[in-house]
């Protein structure tokens, strides 16, 4: 019996679908669920959620944050900003990317430099998902 | 017959074009209710899933946001009010300003301080002497996001200064396709409310595990949550708005579509009246020439 996952941003609801297998990034590290988990509650950092189909293929979301809930065979993904990787649009992300890179080098205050370091790491990981989901 | 044909024409014409311009927004508002409508539902299992989650702690360790659970200390009243940036949307408005007006009586008006979201009701607050402490517009659809986080963190601001002994929140709701009466919402101080909401679908306590302390897992859930208020208040009203805005252009178009056949009734009659008058003269000037 698959699991049943839904991601949900606050706007709207992103995707829902059965999975064997979800991937979450939590933030004290990335987490493997399979059904049959135990009642589970986490903070999930930015990153790429990764799902394993009943028919053995993947899909991968791009998610910035948010909170996660599994409890009877079910995960449910509240997050910040979801995408499905298949829908980034790699020029914009490569633009953020050098953007926040810029800023990085470019002497600013604490607050700029946290904020471009989390565009970087968002960009970073938008990528990555991208490339994830094209393989 | 002393009806002035040529100015009841033109006045014919004048109801014309604005019944034109009302069935227009009518038809405008529609389109856009039926769109903020579907976002409002859209924004729903978002909603829905972070009041399950708030509601699977058994006893929610409010301990874990003693800023936000503390008891109040000031005893000013911050409220929020969700009206419209534009009229000619019925009651929509006027309902939003009597309610101001009644809990400023019932708290005291010097004790009351406003965020305004919609500049309509917020000029006309200002106006009557409330504290109207911002006035914002509505945002773009795009800005939802960025807007519910700048107002979160204002709010969470107010909140910190210690100077508010409550944050409530205005906001007019729909029930089907009919306006509700716009209602007062807390938002802070928390009391417990959020875990009750869906308490009595949990058949048997779960043993949650939380993968980071369950405090933070509570704090950032309760966070989120009093963000999300924000914006679904704020996706209410609009879709809210539009109804009321869709009805009160139905009637305006009702309206002059009377108006404009009573006019033409006169009308008619008047030329009728004249036409007559001139074959009277005509026959009248022919039989005084054979006679």
Redesign the interface.
Known sequence: MPMEI?I??????VDSFEASYVHLP???GS?GVLQNH??????LDTGIVTCRLPDASERAFFVSG??A?I?DNKV?V?AD?AEPAEDIDIERVRAAEERARKRLLDQTSDTDRARAEASLKRSLFRLKANQAAGR | MAVDLQKLKRKMRGVTSTRQVTRALQMVSAMKMRKAQEQSERSRVYRAGLLELMASFDSPPWEAVPELAAAPSGNHVMLVTYGSDRGLCGPFNSNVLSAVQHLGDEIGRENLEIRCVGVKVGSTLRRRGFNVVSNMRRPAEVDRIVFKQEVGRLLQEDWASGKYRMIKILSTALRGMTVLKPAIGDWLPLAGEPASASKQEKGFAKDFIDEQSSNSVFAAAIRKHLDNEILTALMESEAAEHVARMIAMDNATRNAEELFSRLQLTFNKARQAKITQEICEIVSGANAIRA
């Open positions: 839904t949900a941003v606050p706007t709207h609801p939590s933030e004290e987490m135990a009642p589970l509650r986490c903070v948010g909170l809930m409890a449910l509240l900003t």
